[in-house]
Nanobody, 117 residues
Framework: QVQLVESGGGLVQPGGSLRLSCAASGIIFSRYTMGWYRQAPGTQRELVTFITSGGSITYVDSMKGRFTISRDNAKNTVYLPMNSLKREDTAVYYC???????????WGQGTQVTVSS
């Protein structure tokens, strides 16, 4: 069975930092593209960033420079360090895994990030 388990969310003040983690099981982790998405209240889910099995990283322009992504294949874990957080970054953040060339993908349960003073 496939599981993506997220952690690291919480409450942070504007300008602060958080690091999200997503631990995967039930897949050959190193073969998958891993991504982070978010969904704010009243909005559609949007892509934040993703990293391929070969380590190629893609960022969305609105988050580029503040958010990063990395993966540790030995730990089956992908990370999202977030810096200079803004109130508009408040959202549920979701982990995603996708095998290139295959339609099947997986989602984590989401972790809440709240940026507030």
């Amino acid at each position: 069975q496939v599981q993506l388990v997220e952690s690291g969310g919480g409450l942070v003040q504007p300008g602060g930092s958080l690091r999200l983690s997503c631990a995967a099981s039930g897949i050959i982790f190193s073969r998958y593209t891993m991504g982070w998405y978010r969904q704010a209240p009243g909005t559609q889910r949007e892509l934040v960033t993703f990293i391929t099995s070969g380590g190629s990283i893609t960022y969305v322009d609105s988050m580029k420079g503040r958010f990063t992504i990395s993966r540790d294949n030995a730990k089956n874990t992908v990370y999202l360090p977030m810096n200079s957080l803004k109130r508009e970054d408040t959202a549920v953040y979701y982990c995603n895994s996708k095998l290139p060339g295959v339609s099947l993908g997986y989602w984590g349960q989401g972790t809440q990030v709240t940026v507030s003073s």
